[in-house]
């Protein structure tokens, strides 16, 4: 079945499209990394902001999060891209500054991190109501600032509860980069489509897409699993 | 100075809503004082306990500790704490020891017990954890510091509980029936070392099903029900030459 495939082509050096393919992938990482940890303070936010806010502020996290889950992620997407970039570039110019772009992986990394936020929201939210009041009143009798008894109490015993949804949201992240081959970002897929298309050769470029796909799946996993179990201390034996 | 109050409460009350839980409750806890609080289920006991470290804004009267004043406002007709800082500053040394322990579970027995001396009282590490372990070999945890609270038994939980209190150094503690959600088995090693305190002079507030250790530990008691102090005296008087009719009942049912 593999004969007749030349994996010469997947030589780091030109006419082979291997260094392409992998800074492709150096961009899809990039991209999810960044996107994650700003879903994730986003999440944060947005948790705190459901569970404590006021009225206003709890509504405006209502409205983010159904919204954002409403919504196919590709619509989204294209629209955080093209009218936050077209907004962000007309406030750069009515302030005066002329000719502004805002740079294409940071664009990504805010479309992708305004998706992730809306579900992050309610993983976490979730996860701290899981925690049990009376640890978080306890640390409140003794006197421990609100936003310090959020950092050293609420949020270390909720991070247990909302592991397995973050984990997926990691997932979720990384194949959402290939979303943004739409846009034109170079990464992963866009790079292997331009190199199928190219050279003719879907079945290899695809197969090597799908394997750098698959690796990030396996290392991450690998990492998740020992962040876990550090979170998870005290808490797995008994029971 | 010397001799100001370390607790006062006066004329306190409480409504959830429309129902008043505490209809007028006053009491002084001086140094050294033991104040044991019994009562029937629902008389308001953990209520009170939970408005002098301000986990329940009063409805109105006023509670002072070691002479300062809680600041309140009225914001619509509702009290409500005027000064964060006070609130936080004061609950810093009010110590308190919760029916179910309550313990932080992603933290060992030692960081349970240096958490506030460290975060909240700005004590060094080094200092605190010294301290801390001085404070949990007092309570007989001596060897568990490195255990995790689920490692723990309810009783050796409950007794972390109040050594995390000792780590504050605090002017009062204040106890919920910290004995209620024990196996019969391990309420005496708990009992044993809040007996221990008093006997140390140390003030506290306990609120307690246990009549036999009230009586034992108290140097005054308040038998509440249905949010008013119906009788109060010295444990003798209270336990052996109760007046109130209801007071009899209540301690004839639990006896
Ligand atoms: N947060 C609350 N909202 C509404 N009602 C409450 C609240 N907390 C307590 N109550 C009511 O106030 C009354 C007194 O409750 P409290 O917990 O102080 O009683 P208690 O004397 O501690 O009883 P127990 O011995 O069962 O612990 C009860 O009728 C209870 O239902
Ligand atoms: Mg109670």
């Given at each position: 079945?593999?004969?007749?495939?030349?994996?010469?082509?997947?030589?780091?050096?030109?006419?082979?499209?291997?260094?392409?393919?992998?800074?492709?992938?150096?961009?899809?990482?990039?991209?999810?990394?960044?996107?994650?940890?700003?879903?994730?303070?986003?999440?944060?936010?947005?948790?705190?902001?459901?569970?404590?806010?006021?009225?206003?502020?709890?509504?405006?996290?209502?409205?983010?999060?159904?919204?954002?889950?409403?919504?196919?992620?590709?619509?989204?997407?294209?629209?955080?891209?093209?009218?936050?970039?077209?907004?962000?570039?007309?406030?750069?110019?009515?302030?005066?500054?002329?000719?502004?772009?805002?740079?294409?992986?940071?664009?990504?990394?805010?479309?992708?991190?305004?998706?992730?936020?809306?579900?992050?929201?309610?993983?976490?939210?979730?996860?701290?109501?899981?925690?049990?009041?009376?640890?978080?009143?306890?640390?409140?009798a003794?006197g421990?600032?609100?936003?310090?008894?959020?950092?050293?109490?609420?949020?270390?015993?909720?991070?247990?509860?909302?592991?397995?949804?973050?984990?997926?949201?990691?997932?979720?992240?990384?194949?959402?980069?290939?979303?943004?081959?739409?846009?034109?970002?170079?990464?992963?897929?866009?790079?292997?489509?331009?190199?199928?298309?190219?050279?003719?050769?879907?079945?290899?470029?695809?197969?090597?897409?799908?394997?750098?796909?698959?690796?990030?799946?396996?290392?991450?996993?690998?990492?998740?699993?020992?962040?876990?179990?550090?979170?998870?201390?005290?808490?797995?034996?008994?029971? | 100075m010397t001799d100001q109050p370390a607790i006062q409460v006066e004329d306190l009350?409480k409504?959830?809503?429309?129902?008043?839980?505490l209809?007028?409750v006053s009491l002084t806890a001086r140094p050294g004082d033991v104040v044991a609080v019994?009562?029937?289920?629902?008389?308001?006991k953990s209520t009170m306990l939970r408005c002098i470290n301000l986990l329940e804004?009063p409805?109105?009267g006023r509670i002072s500790i070691k002479g300062e004043a809680y600041?309140m406002?009225?914001?619509?007709?509702?009290?409500?704490?005027?000064?964060?800082?006070q609130v936080?500053r004061i609950r810093a040394h009010l110590g308190m020891v919760?029916?179910?322990?309550?313990?932080?579970?992603?933290?060992?027995?030692?960081?349970?017990?240096?958490?506030?001396?460290?975060?909240?009282?700005?004590?060094?590490?080094?200092?605190?954890?010294?301290?801390?372990?001085?404070?949990?070999?007092?309570?007989?945890?001596?060897?568990?510091?490195?255990?995790?609270?689920?490692?723990?038994?309810?009783?050796?939980?409950?007794?972390?509980?109040?050594?995390?209190v000792?780590?504050v150094e605090p002017t009062a503690m204040l106890f919920d029936?910290?004995?209620?959600?024990?196996?019969?088995?391990?309420?005496?090693?708990?009992?044993?070392?809040?007996?221990?305190l008093a006997?140390?002079k140390r003030t506290m507030i306990l609120v307690?099903?246990?009549?036999?250790?009230?009586?034992?530990?108290a140097t005054h008691v308040i038998?509440l029900?249905?949010?008013?102090i119906?009788?109060e005296?010295?444990?003798?008087?209270?336990?052996?030459?109760?007046?109130?009719?209801?007071?009899?009942?209540?301690?004839?049912?639990?006896?």
């Amino acid at each position: 079945m593999l004969d007749g495939i030349d994996f010469s082509l997947l030589a780091l050096d030109s006419p082979g499209w291997g260094g392409a393919l992998l800074e492709g992938f150096l961009v899809s990482i990039q991209l999810a990394a960044g996107g994650y940890l700003l879903g994730l303070a986003i999440g944060i936010c947005g948790a705190v902001a459901k569970l404590y806010g006021g009225r206003v502020t709890r509504d405006l996290a209502e409205i983010y999060t159904i919204v954002i889950r409403a919504v196919p992620e590709l619509v989204l997407m294209l629209l955080f891209y093209y009218v936050g970039t077209d907004l962000a570039n007309r406030a750069m110019q009515a302030m005066g500054y002329s000719g502004f772009d805002i740079d294409g992986l940071t664009a990504g990394i805010l479309v992708i991190g305004l998706v992730q936020g809306g579900y992050a929201t309610e993983v976490i939210r979730g996860a701290i109501r899981a925690v049990p009041h009376g640890q978080i009143e306890a640390a409140q009798a003794f006197g421990m600032a609100p936003l310090k008894v959020l950092r050293r109490v609420t949020l270390p015993a909720a991070t247990p509860h909302a592991i397995p949804g973050m984990a997926n949201l990691w997932m979720i992240a990384t194949k959402d980069t290939a979303l943004l081959a739409v846009i034109g970002f170079s990464e992963l897929t866009l790079v292997t489509r331009q190199a199928a298309s190219a050279t003719r050769a879907y079945f290899l470029f695809f197969l090597a897409a799908g394997a750098l796909y698959l690796l990030l799946t396996l290392v991450s996993n690998l990492g998740l699993r020992l962040f876990e179990k550090r979170a998870r201390r005290g808490l797995a034996e008994v029971r | 100075m010397t001799d100001q109050p370390a607790i006062q409460v006066e004329d306190l009350h409480k409504r959830f809503g429309t129902v008043e839980v505490l209809k007028g409750v006053s009491l002084t806890a001086r140094p050294g004082d033991v104040v044991a609080v019994i009562g029937g289920s629902g008389s308001g006991k953990s209520t009170m306990l939970r408005c002098i470290n301000l986990l329940e804004t009063p409805s109105a009267g006023r509670i002072s500790i070691k002479g300062e004043a809680y600041e309140m406002r009225s914001v619509r007709g509702e009290m409500e704490p005027a000064n964060r800082k006070q609130v936080q500053r004061i609950r810093a040394h009010l110590g308190m020891v919760f029916q179910s322990f309550n313990l932080w579970p992603h933290r060992t027995v030692l960081g349970n017990v240096t958490e506030v001396p460290i975060h909240v009282l700005g004590v060094k590490r080094a200092e605190a954890e010294a301290r801390a372990i001085a404070v949990l070999e007092r309570v007989g945890l001596g060897d568990k510091r490195d255990a995790w609270p689920a490692q723990l038994s309810g009783g050796q939980q409950q007794r972390c509980a109040i050594a995390r209190v000792l780590a504050v150094e605090p002017t009062a503690m204040l106890f919920d029936e910290p004995t209620s959600a024990l196996d019969p088995e391990l309420v005496n090693e708990v009992l044993s070392v809040i007996r221990d305190l008093a006997s140390e002079k140390r003030t506290m507030i306990l609120v307690t099903h246990e009549m036999a250790f009230a009586r034992d530990v108290a140097t005054h008691v308040i038998f509440l029900r249905d949010g008013r102090i119906e009788e109060e005296g010295p444990p003798e008087q209270i336990f052996g030459a109760p007046r109130s009719p209801h007071l009899q009942q209540f301690i004839r049912s639990v006896a």
